[in-house]
């Protein structure tokens, strides 16, 4: 089956710690992108990547880094610079790293809890 | 700075009740709008995109419409089941904050009781 794996699904970190997200795509896009959703707000994007070797900050990426070695993989490093890291993290790919008129789909996500 | 919102935030019908969900956004230059549907805990699933140019998208049950002009989008459930309680998201990709970007509203959570 077609799609975005992200794992773990659950991930516990205590403070001064940096911990890696996994986003794993098999849909041969070329764009990948990570977002954090807090309760009460709409999803912000951290980072996005259109195509290998490539990729540009979104509005909050700050405490956050990524890297793109393989076009079928995207992941996020939530580093101890991040001072509110609690979140549900969120993957998704589209088709083409330039259409601008395509579709975003999402992984299932990680629920990342400080402790 | 675009802004997106969804109103209302939650919303509770009966089975078998026709019902419309409201998104609207600031900046009407927009390359398209996109429908998505999270249920607790999970990730969003696509319900439907509609680019700028159209007016309107169905699938199935769901019909959506995109007024660009007036900065609005609806989207219409028919018949609704219980299956479809869940969290409903539009999000849109504006012309002017880059092409990779979706501005997403904070989301319906819809409750359709048996």
């Known amino acids: 089956d077609g799609g975005i794996t992200q794992s773990p699904k659950y991930l516990f970190r205590k403070e001064g710690q940096n911990v890696t997200l996994s986003c794993e795509q098999n849909l041969n896009h070329d764009a990948m992108y990570w977002y954090r959703q807090d309760p009460g707000q709409g999803l912000r994007l951290i980072y996005y990547s259109q195509i290998v070797n490539d990729f540009q900050k979104g509005d909050i990426a700050e405490g956050y880094s990524v890297s793109r070695e393989k076009k079928e993989s995207f992941p996020l490093t939530v580093t101890s610079a991040q001072k509110n890291p609690t979140a549900f993290y969120l993957c998704?790919?589209?088709?083409?790293?330039?259409?601008?008129?395509?579709?975003?789909?999402f992984g299932p996500g990680t629920r990342l809890t400080v402790l | 700075k675009q802004e997106v919102t969804q109103i209302p935030a939650a919303l509770s019908v009966p089975e078998g009740e026709n019902l419309v969900l409201n998104c609207s956004f600031t900046d009407s230059a927009i390359y398209n709008l996109q429908w998505f549907r999270q249920d607790p805990g999970k990730g969003l699933t696509s319900l439907l995109l509609i680019q700028s140019s159209q007016r309107e998208q169905t699938s199935g049950r769901l019909n959506a419409s995109l007024d660009k002009s007036s900065g609005r989008s609806t989207l219409y459930i028919a018949a609704s089941q219980p299956g479809d309680s869940a969290t409903y998201l539009c999000a849109v990709r504006p012309k002017a904050e880059g092409a990779q970007k979706l501005v997403f509203g904070q989301g319906t959570r819809l409750t359709i009781n048996p």
């Open positions: 998704a790919s589209s088709p083409e790293g330039l259409a601008i008129y395509n579709e975003q789909f």
